[in-house]
């Protein structure tokens, strides 16, 4: 039976444990990814992270879930109460509804009931994933609006257009994943990798997805609408007790959900990898074994996104800006028109995927290498480059002592005239 058949036979009971298990799925890896986060970036930090609840501080996601709920929650006199209170919801649930498109696993028993790990395979579930991210754009768009001060505001007005800019970039990538293999199934794409992933064979989509996932997510060094030093903290500075809670984990949940995907788009989904499938790729590929392997690659993912964050410093918003619309959506777009034309004479093969693979790495490091050296000649010195935004030069020299000016000097002098002529005085005892 095929994928589809399997699932349009799962009785009532076994899609309501499927929906309480991808539930559960997101929290839990939600939690284990805020405790691990912690943990990874103290040691790269060389401080010891959470260690005081629980072995190696396993139970302080809990003691926060357990702590937050209770703290005093402060609503702004201005705020849109309705629209306030609805924002946190709108943010959430879009990232569970992108679950149910995931492919978890092949096909499986459960109580005796043969069946696929996966909630829904619909024939348009990439498209479902990218509509369920729009959607929750709205709910930090108006989790700003709706707070009645400047800075929510501006915070939810740079996440919006971020993550409107890398989402196109997003699409774009998965365009070239879609023409190779024929369809917008998740469960077909991840059936479609059994030779060569498409992280190899595709590698500029897969490159520019992974920096598409860190822009859409707002993560660093993308957290622009965050910043800080520059927007308190972005779109939720007005929130706090639970409300708090539901936006931290929906940024939590968004990672997992963009780590899945690209995990199911370009690292074969829930195959066995390269070294596993040789010993005997049948037998790894079925059962329980393909669910270890999707959730592996997912932490694998999820490593990346805290190691960049423990690692990079932050873009300057205008520079971000013109990385997601002048060279990743233009790269994009002839990438894509580079593959349509090689698959309609012949497709690519497995020696034209390394190619491009090489030529990509090639290209990407004669760029590094080859970046122009703007230090001024002059000075020495990088220049202070604030685009059209008038910046003082980093060339004044401030003097050590401020130069006098004649009058300046003149009254100098009779100061320590007029102090000579008292101090003599007071040596020769007249006063």
Known sequence: MTRAQLLADDPIWLILLKVVFIF????????????GERRLIGRMQNRPGPNRVGPFGLLQPIADALKLPFKEE?????????VYMLAPVIALFPTFIAFSVIPFG????????????QLVDLPVGV???????SIGVYGVLL????????????????????VISYEIAMG??????????GSLSLGDIAESQHGLWYAVALFPSFLIYAVSMVGETNRAPFDLPEAESELVAGFHTEYSSMKFVIFYIAEYINMIIVSAVGTTLFLGGYMAPWPISLIDGN???????PMLWFVVKIAILLFVFIWLRGTLPRYRYDQFMKLGWKVLVPLNLVWIVVLAVWNVRGGLSGGDALVVFGVTLLVIIAAVFMIPDRRSKDTGRVPL???DYPVPPLDLQIPSKPKRTRQARSRAGRRQTVAAAAAKEVEDGSV
């Open 106 to 117: 092949g096909q499986v028993s459960i109580f005796g009931e043969q069946t696929v790990l």
């Open 143 to 162: 989790a700003g609006w709706s707070s009645g001060t400047p800075y929510p505001l501006l915070g939810a007005l740079r996440s919006a257009a971020q």
């Open 127 to 133: 498209l479902v994933v990218l509509a369920c991210s």
């Open 74 to 82: 402060i609503i702004p006199v201005t705020a849109d109460r309705k």
């Open 172 to 181: 774009l990538s998965i365009v070239g994943v879609i023409l190779q293999s």
């Open 385 to 387: 480059s604030g685009g």
């Open 24 to 35: 559960l799925f997101a929290l839990l890896v939600a939690m284990m990814c805020v405790w």
């Open 283 to 289: 037998y790894f590929n079925s059962g329980w074994w």
